[in-house]
């Protein structure tokens, strides 16, 4: 037996295999499509409808049954149709059998047919799904699909499909599955759940089906950037994306209803979803100048300085009882449940947080401007400011009713600011760190004083005017006394002294002359001198004393000398 005919018994045997091969696959891709066609609304019937008990025994919700059931019975009717249409090559051997039989093999003629239908259900969809957000991405991956399917089908049919198109589009993927490990933003690389939803971001986006894929700035308050648009309101398994730092936390919306807190790092978002408030989780300091009137009636502005955040502590039992029937959101608020990074905080807490502001609904209704949780903060803070300082009087801004040693008048007005806010803040999930005036302004160029509280600033000015003369008339009289003793003091310590000096000469010789004692007063004056550090011209004393010494000396030795 000659090579070439081991080659032609070796192509017979292997073309023969392929078509039992082919004829086998060929029967499994009639009737496992079908099967396929006609499992999925029962699959749809029971997957959805332990979605709904599951809900009315969470929620309590009213039954569904019959909405589940109409959608299965219209859902089932498509498939029929699509089983209609996936049986088409054998519809048309029933009705033309002549016309089919004269054509190539009829089984492979209903595969490529098949193949036909699924190609052109992956262009229809494509275009439908992804013309919108997807310019040509949509294009050029359902062509490049098509084409390899083609490919295998015209090289070896279904040898082609699995030797050819099969590994062609696993290694594809499997590219696009390490691009998206490297190109996309993770919270946690070793979550597996996490890298397949990654996986399918990127997909969605190279067929131009996907959902918003967004960030969040983290310089400014509250801003968004959509980095790739989207369709939020399709009902498919393809996540979007949020991408938030890792001190922020985002509240996510579904339509016109709260959903959930998640964050920080990637929020992957499902149908309906969009992010509604962005939360900061870092401290947060606030100055503002609010108009206030005194207890005297007096108004003037007041600049006030406060530091508050998401309140990240742990609640003892009697705090929690306390906050508790506040607000009924911060039922199993106690502590924080998410404490992963260096930002812990409480979801229930951000929740009760978010219930204090307005939201983008209702704001484009009324077309005023949005609160945020941290402006409705600084507004409690402002109130409770505006209520203390019309507590007191002018005086009391400056000196505290209970005036003691070291007292502070804004230290006492901070502490009940804080006092009376603070429960009020925390009820809402913001813990408060500081809240102080820390200046007044009681006339400006844009904004005058009024008569009546211009007449009442006179007085009360007058009066503090009194009080200065009369302090520093008492200082002046106060000092003048002290001087007057201390001048007092001196001289009998200088007496003293040259009476001293005296009785000692006096006892070595009562005869001695007046030099000697001259000699002994100004001995006795200079040790006084030399006590008097801080007398303006002492060096000049100094010099005449020597001068005089030296003189009574030299006369002192004439007269021995005579």
């Excluded at 409705?376 to 002018?394: G, M």
């Excluded at 007085?459 to 003369?469: A, D, I, L, S």
């Excluded at 302090?471 to 310590?493: C, G, I, K, N, P």
């Amino acid at each position: 037996m000659d090579v070439l005919e081991i080659i032609t018994q070796f192509t017979r045997v292997t073309n023969h295999a392929l078509g039992i091969v082919n004829n086998a696959l060929d029967f499994v891709f009639l009737w496992g499509g079908l099967i396929i066609i006609l499992g999925y609304p029962v699959y749809f019937y029971f997957k959805s409808l332990r979605k709904y008990n599951k809900e009315r025994q969470n929620k309590k919700r009213g039954n569904k049954g019959g909405d589940l059931l109409s959608q299965t019975l219209i859902l089932f009717i498509v498939m029929i149709v699509a089983a209609l249409i996936w049986l088409l090559p054998e519809l048309l051997n029933l009705t033309w059998p002549k016309i089919i039989q004269k054509g190539p093999n009829f089984a492979r003629f209903s595969t490529n047919v098949r193949w036909g239908e699924i190609s052109l259900i992956i262009f229809s969809l494509a275009y439908f799904l992804g013309r919108g957000f997807g310019e040509k991405r949509w294009l050029q991956s359902s062509i490049g699909h098509i084409a390899l399917i083609f490919l295998g089908l015209t090289v070896g049919r279904w040898a082609g499909i699995l030797f050819i198109t099969a590994p062609i589009l696993v290694a594809y993927y499997s590219i696009l599955y390490r691009m998206a490990l490297i190109i996309l933003p993770t919270s946690n690389p070793e979550d597996r759940a996490e890298r397949r939803k990654r996986f399918i971001v990127l997909v969605s986006y190279t067929w131009g089906i996907q959902r918003p894929l967004i960030v969040v700035d983290g310089n400014g308050w509250n801003k968004t950037e959509t980095r790739i648009e989207g369709k939020f309101t399709r009902d498919y398994p393809v996540p979007g994306l949020i991408w938030t730092q890792s001190h922020q936390a985002v509240t996510i919306t579904s339509g016109i209803k709260f959903n959930r807190v998640d964050g920080p790092g990637v929020v992957f978002t499902g149908k309906m979803e969009r992010p509604d408030q962005i939360f900061d989780l870092r401290l947060q300091l606030r100055t503002k100048e609010i108009e206030a009137v005194s207890k005297d009636g007096v108004s003037f502005k007041v600049r006030f300085f406060t530091g508050f955040r998401i309140d990240p502590e742990p609640w003892d039992k009697e705090t929690y009882d306390t906050l508790r029937p506040m607000n009924t959101i911060l039922r199993g608020a106690d502590k924080p449940n998410n404490i992963k990074g260096s930002f812990p905080f409480s979801t229930l807490r951000v929740q009760a947080a978010l219930g204090t502001t307005s939201t983008k609904a209702t704001t484009n209704a009324t077309n005023t401007p949005i609160i945020y949780w941290d402006q409705w903060a600084v507004n409690v803070i402002e109130d409770h400011t505006r209520k203390v300082i019309s507590q007191k009087n002018l005086d009391e801004l400056w000196r505290p009713a209970k005036d003691k040693k070291f007292a502070s008048a804004l230290d006492v007005i901070a502490k009940e600011i804080k006092e009376n806010a603070e429960l009020t803040l925390r009820a809402a999930g913001i813990l408060l760190i500081v809240a102080r005036v820390v200046n007044f302004c009681f006339t400006s160029d844009k904004n005058p004083t009024d008569e009546i509280s211009k007449q009442q600033l006179t007085t009360w000015g007058t009066e503090w005017e009194r009080k200065r003369v009369q302090m520093l008339s008492d200082a002046l009289a106060e000092s003048e006394h002290v001087q007057q003793e201390a001048r007092a003091y001196a001289e009998s310590l200088l007496l003293n002294s040259i009476a001293e000096g005296l009785q000692k000469a006096k006892d070595i010789d009562p005869n001695l002359p007046r030099y000697v004692i001259a000699m002994r007063f100004l001995s006795s004056l200079q040790d006084f001198v030399h006590k008097q550090t801080d007398e303006k011209g002492m060096e000049e004393l100094q010099s005449n004393l020597k001068e005089w010494q030296e003189q009574f000396l030299n006369n002192y030795r004439k007269e021995k000398k005579q």
